[in-house]
């Protein structure tokens, strides 16, 4: 599951919308949008993150939030490390490597660390 897949269904269940009855409002499958939850399909559209606000009737930070959220929710990602020291190259992967075998605990560690990093960007 994605970030963003997950606060979706988060918002469905808050929300007592199912699957179907979003999916036809939004325009899409109930399969693609399934998919899209699990992690299974890449980021979605600007246009369909749109229309999922509008159908929640999302506003302000939430609304930017579940925008992001689309952005960083890519289940295969790929890292361009040319330029950088061989240390990132490295980092990049080692972690594409092992992260399948890390804990929850250990995700989150690095997870917290690489947010620090980027909190002046």
């Known amino acids: 599951m994605t970030p963003f897949g997950e606060r979706l269904r988060q918002l469905r ?7 179907k009855e979003l ?3 939004v325009d899409v499958s109930p399969a693609y949008l399934s998919a899209l939850e699990h ?7 600007w246009r369909l993150v749109q229309r999922i606000i ?11 939030e579940l925008a992001e959220l689309a952005r ?6 790929t890292l361009d490390t040319s330029g950088l020291p061989p240390e990132a190259t490295r980092l990049a992967n080692l972690l594409a490597l092992r992260i399948r ?19 002046g960007e």
Request: without cysteine.
């Open 101 to 119: 075998g890390m804990s929850e605990e250990d995700i989150t560690a690095l997870l917290k660390i690489v947010e620090k990093g980027s909190e």
């Open 23 to 25: 999916a036809a409002a």
């Open 54 to 64: 509008t159908y929640f009737n999302i506003i302000w930070d939430e609304a930017e």
């Open 13 to 19: 269940a808050e929300r007592g919308v199912t699957l």
């Open 39 to 45: 992690g299974k399909r890449g980021r979605p559209s």
């Open 72 to 77: 960083i929710s890519h289940p295969r990602v």
